[in-house]
């Protein structure tokens, strides 16, 4: 039986389904053709994989191909063989570069191929910790050395209380100095450019920390600074004070008054303290500060005085030698003023001159050197007001003054002249050597001159030039009887005097002339004094004349004289007094107690007339001095009947 | 305000000043922040144990010297801004100024008194010596 079914026997859906669309048709993809096949067979090719993983090459190939038929995945491809060449190229840099490696390494001189340990060694965790331990200990090590130190800085400071503080020692110097930082150093100025000197040479030192333990600089304490309490003796300063060499050692001005290669008197500007202690390399800071600052002055000074003495113009230039200034002053008389700046070298030396001549020390012409040019920084810096704020100058006071007291042109050039320190010193000077010739000559007559007492007082009050003595002249035991009193002016280069009855002499610098006067006082005084004794005795006074026409010229002024007539007119005493011979007393009766007739005079009456006079010999005189024989002789003579 | 007054350059060294301290304060706690991370030794290397046991402790030492270098510095900023204040110190430097030309000038003003009057004094012991030497017999040499 056989009826045969037929089998339909069809391929299978060779075609994946792309879509279905919504009627049901199904819309299949075109199969692929070979080699699209193929390329996509060969970018499934994984070349990466090793050879111990081909073994799982037909796993994977399933995979693959499920992969593959993820259309996403094939269409992100740009081209076929992308992937394929990519990694072929990846795997061709590969090969490159161990050949490169290899070619290095095969010139052993770069690149040295080793095995490499397949063990990593043990690591034994104590080792380790050793290890950290050390370091952590080294560290420690170094942080604790560096603690130290700040802590034995620290210490030191506290437990050193007898070495200041560096910041307090400054903050001292500020407080007494100018100071500035410029960089990294610390500058001052010693000049006194703030307190108005126009000096060029500028006074800068730079202060530095001393080092530590130099017991060099062990110095006593400055004695100027006022802030400073009593410190110590000794202390080592924290402070070093670096001074230009030009200001170091000690400077002063000598001042000599020279009269015909003669010193009269010589002064030495220069602070005491200064002169004795000599410049020492470790002084403390305060006074080689001060020291410098005197150099300083010392020189400004000496340039104004040189400047100066160049500049005026005078009968007899000034000259002006290395370090020495000479002017004349009086005739015959040089005043002579010379800088010495002795530095530290050559202190020893120069230091011996100035303690010789110590005696002639003026205190007063050093003060006034001083003070001169102190009152022109002084000027400098003070202006009258109003003055203009901006300006350096302003107009003098009497300048200002001038227009509302309506000054003429005579006037303001008197107020235009100003003196320099030259001439107010050579003016000072002449009037301390005129001062001391007046001393002299009055001192000498003093002595000389022993009968009427020649007492002078010097005034308290004066000026640097300009001086006043008064001279008295009175006669021991008879001072209230009768004083001659004459006041003498010491100006500049003159002498003013003015004498008892009001009359002024005025006289020039020779000492010569004084001395005459005062001669020609002495004698005037004596008449005078006979006259006013005469009349406390009851004498009469017959003439009297100060200067005497008769008798032999005098070599200097004039006689003077005076007749005296006893109370009952019976005797005469004439007094004649002259500058140079000295006194004469004479006496003569009238009439004559006992009378002789002569041939010529034959009658007593006659006697009335006077006779002739007698000298008395006036050193047989008994009396102590001339007052006391003229008392005793009209004592004497005076007769009780 | 003083502060306004300043100049430029004082300002920009005030700056520094702040910011020096900044830096070291900085350094301080960096520094010692690194210490304690390279004590911890977490460190992942390719180095070899003792090579980086050796660093690090190089690494350590160098540390603390910079700590150490950081507190002194800060010492140096302190006597620094010392020594600024000291320099630039105006109003203290004025009443210094001030104070000292007070006291010289009650000095001077002593000084004169006591001159006056040792003046006065000399000159009536003057006059009374002057009339006692000039009236006596006995009169010294004059020297010239």
Not at chain 1, 161 to 189: A, C, T
Not at chain 1, 368 to 393: A, D
Not at chain 1, 466 to 487: E, F, P, Q, S
Request: glycine share 4%; with cysteine.
């Amino acid at each position: 039986m056989a009826y045969s079914v037929n089998v339909a026997i069809e391929a299978p859906i060779e075609n994946q389904i792309q879509e279905i669309s919504y009627d049901g048709t199904e819309v299949y993809q075109q199969p692929l053709s070979m080699s699209e096949s193929l390329s996509k067979l060969a970018a499934k090719i994984d070349f990466g994989k090793g050879q111990e993983e081909k073994e799982e090459k037909p796993n994977e190939k399933q995979e693959d191909e499920a992969a593959a038929k993820d259309p996403a995945a094939y269409q992100s491809s740009l081209w076929p063989w992308d992937s394929v060449r990519n990694k072929l190229k990846n795997a061709l840099t590969e090969v490159c570069v161990l050949s490169d490696v290899l070619a290095i390494a095969k010139e052993k001189r770069y690149l040295v191929l080793d095995p490499v340990p397949q063990d990593p060694p043990e690591i034994k965790a104590m080792v380790t910790v050793y290890a950290r331990k050390k370091a952590l200990g080294g560290a420690a090590a170094v942080l604790l050395t560096g603690a130290e130190r700040l802590r034995t800085s620290q210490s030191e400071l506290v437990r050193n209380r007898s070495v200041p503080d560096f910041h307090l020692e400054l903050l001292q110097l500020r407080k007494n100095w100018r100071l500035k930082k410029v960089g990294n150093s610390i500058i001052g100025d010693v000049s006194y450019r703030t307190a108005g000197s126009k000096f060029a040479q500028s006074g800068m030192f730079e202060v530095s920390k001393a080092e530590e333990d130099t017991p060099s600089n062990w110095s006593p304490p400055p004695p100027q600074s006022p802030n400073a309490g009593p410190a110590p003796p000794k202390t080592p300063s924290a402070l070093r004070v670096t001074l230009p060499s030009e200001l170091q050692g000690v400077a002063f001005i000598e001042v000599h008054c020279r009269k015909d290669d003669e010193a009269l008197f010589s002064t030495t500007v220069t602070s005491a303290s200064l002169n004795t202690a000599g410049p020492m390399p470790d002084m403390h800071w305060q006074k080689k500060l001060e020291a410098a600052q005197n150099v300083l002055f010392c020189k400004e000074l000496f340039n104004q005085l040189a400047k100066e003495a160049v500049q005026l113009p005078g009968p007899i230039p000034h000259m002006v030698v290395g370090n020495q200034i000479v002017a004349s002053i009086l005739p015959g008389i040089q005043l002579i003023i010379g800088l010495r700046h002795s530095t530290s070298s050559n202190s020893k030396k120069s230091s011996g001159p100035p303690q010789q001549k110590k005696s002639d020390h003026d205190h007063v012409l050093e003060h006034s050197i001083h003070q001169l040019l102190r009152e022109v920084h002084h000027k400098n810096t003070h202006h009258p007001f109003p003055h203009p704020s901006s300006g350096p100058l302003g107009p003098s006071k009497q300048r200002c003054l001038a227009g509302p007291t309506a000054v003429d042109r005579h006037e303001l050039t008197e107020m235009s002249k100003s003196q320099t320190l030259l001439e107010q010193i050579i003016e000072q000077t002449q009037h301390f050597t005129m001062r001391r010739r007046t001393e002299y000559v009055l001192d000498t007559i003093a002595k000389e001159v022993r009968d009427p007492l020649i007492v002078s007082h010097w005034n308290s009050i004066n000026s640097p030039t300009k001086a006043c003595v008064k001279v008295n002249i009175l006669t021991h035991g008879y001072d209230t009887i009768c004083r001659t009193l004459l006041t003498i002016h010491v100006g500049k280069k003159s002498l003013k005097c003015i004498c008892r009855d009001g009359s002024v002499m005025n006289m020039s610098y020779e000492i010569q002339e004084l001395r005459d006067l005062l001669i020609c006082q002495i004698h005037q005084h004596q008449i005078t004094a006979v006259q006013a004794l005469a009349k406390c005795m009851g004498w009469q006074l017959l003439s009297n004349s100060m200067h005497l026409g008769v008798g032999e010229v005098q070599q200097m002024g004039n006689a003077s004289s005076c007749i005296l007539a006893s109370p009952i007119g019976d005797r005469l005493i004439a007094v004649r007094c002259e500058p140079q011979a000295g006194v004469h007393v004479s006496i003569a009766h009238s009439p004559r107690k006992d009378f002789f007739p002569s041939q010529l005079v034959k009658e007593r009456k006659w006697e009335n007339l006077g006779g002739s006079y007698k000298e008395v010999r006036w050193d047989k005189m008994e009396g102590k001095n001339f007052l006391n024989k003229m008392e005793l002789l009209m004592a004497s003579l005076t007769s009780s009947s | 305000m003083a502060q306004r007054g300043l100049p430029q350059s004082k300002e920009a060294l005030l700056k520094s000043y702040s910011a020096r301290l900044k830096d070291d304060v900085k350094s301080l706690l960096e520094n010692f922040e690194e210490i304690i991370k390279l004590a911890k030794g977490e460190s992942d290397s390719q180095l070899s144990r003792m090579t980086q046991c050796e660093q690090d402790t190089y690494e350590m030492h160098v540390r603390s010297a910079n700590i150490v270098r950081a507190g002194e510095s800060l010492m140096k900023l302190v006597s620094d801004i010392k020594q600024y204040l000291i320099l630039n110190d105006f109003p203290s430097v004025n009443d210094a100024i001030t104070q000292n030309s007070k006291l010289f000038r009650q000095k001077q003003s002593e000084a004169d008194q006591k001159l006056m009057m040792l003046r006065d004094d000399m000159a009536a012991d003057l006059y009374d010596l002057e009339e006692e030497y000039y009236n006596s017999v006995y009169k010294c040499r004059i020297a010239d």
